[in-house]
């Protein structure tokens, strides 16, 4: 379960955005890039784009290094949807144990004994081999894998 998860990607510059001399203004398309005022991180961005994009603020050696690429910080990933037809038939117990309802008390309650009736009421736990399903369905579920 990954709730937080981000990668960065090596991006080669266009000759357009490159630059060539300290007195020549950035083009239009380097302009037209959007970047955010804080990255994830919480250094600013800007700064740093408008050093690799301009290069007048950059010296020589800087701008020979950072002309072949840019380094570009990708968002969270993708969040996890919880299957809502299975949050409402599991439950979790204190200690981290996933519950359930046994099967067979919905009809035919008539031809059923009533120490029967009784039993199926009650709550069981989940068997340790369908953990893995339940918790696929439910990824923000609360539960403890140790639990037993």
Request: with cysteine.
């Amino acid at each position: 379960m990954s709730a937080l998860s981000f990668s960065l990607a090596r991006v080669s510059l266009s000759p357009l955005l490159q630059g060539g001399g300290p007195a020549r203004k950035p083009p239009a398309a380097a302009a037209a890039l959007a970047f955010p005022a804080k990255s994830f991180f919480g250094a600013p961005l800007a700064a740093a784009a408008s050093a690799v994009l301009s290069p007048a603020a950059a010296s020589p050696l800087q701008q020979r290094r950072s002309s072949a690429c840019a380094v570009v910080a990708a968002g969270k990933g993708y969040k996890m949807k919880t299957h809502k037809a299975s949050a409402k038939r599991f439950r979790v117990t204190g200690t981290g144990k996933i519950m359930r309802r046994c099967a067979g008390k919905q009809h035919l309650l008539g031809k059923k004994n009533t120490k029967r009736k009784k039993r199926l009421s009650k709550m069981v736990q989940v068997n340790k081999s369908d953990y893995n399903n339940v918790m696929g369905a439910l990824p923000y579920l609360k539960a403890n894998k140790k639990a037993g």
